[in-house]
């Protein structure tokens, strides 16, 4: 994945660092909430937050760059009371083309990672199918992920939100390069949100660019899923 200097990783931290979210005129997520969770990872006395898709009763797709190991990683959600769960990991396995050095080194980097949690999801969840993504400048994608009400708020409302994105110019084998004319976009702390596409997942949110010196709000950039379809089934595969 080639990143310019102005992107930004999308972990939020929130403690100790700015949390930002979705971003841009915004809907309910309906019929996504059942495809979508958090991802929470402890990084020194912060604990970050990320989302992510729901590919099995106990398997995550997330970015990789939310995720390192399975002791400082939990899965969460509202439960049919809107109290709020934790679930254990089991294993997290990172896409072997990611690079955390991406950024810096100008270098590609397959930024997606798998979570396995102890016990499965509940009956509410969805899995959801990984379909393939139009590659036509224009095309209409989905974007649902957890965040903040507010851009200069501290840390997530736990409220999923989704916003309609376009297709734009470079085209890309590797990554989905999405923006919106009134402003809409994935911003910090939408790592991991999955991208839909005629109900199907077709990208996972990785990074995001802003106008004018914003972080974000300008640009969004996911990798396509379809491509790491096989990594995806021979990791599931080996988990059980």
Known sequence: MFAARLFLCLAAFALGGRAQAMVGPTNDAGAYAAHVVMALAQSGRGAGFCTGAVLAPNVILTAAHCVAAPQGTRVHFRDGAAKPVLMEVARVARHPGFRADA??????????????????????????????????????????????????????????????LSLRAPLSKVLLWLDSADGAGACTGDSGAPVFANGALVGIVAFAQGQKGRGCGGLTQAVRVAPYRAWIEQTMAGWR
């Open 103 to 164: 950024v810096k080194a100008r270098a590609k980097s397959i930024d997606l990672a798998l979570i396995e949690t102890k016990e499965p999801l509940p009956s509410s969840f969805a899995p959801v199918a990984i379909g393939e993504a139009a590659n036509d400048i224009g095309a209409a994608f989905d974007v649902a992920g957890f965040g903040v009400a507010k851009p200069d708020g501290a840390s997530t409302s736990g409220v999923l939100r989704r916003a309609r």
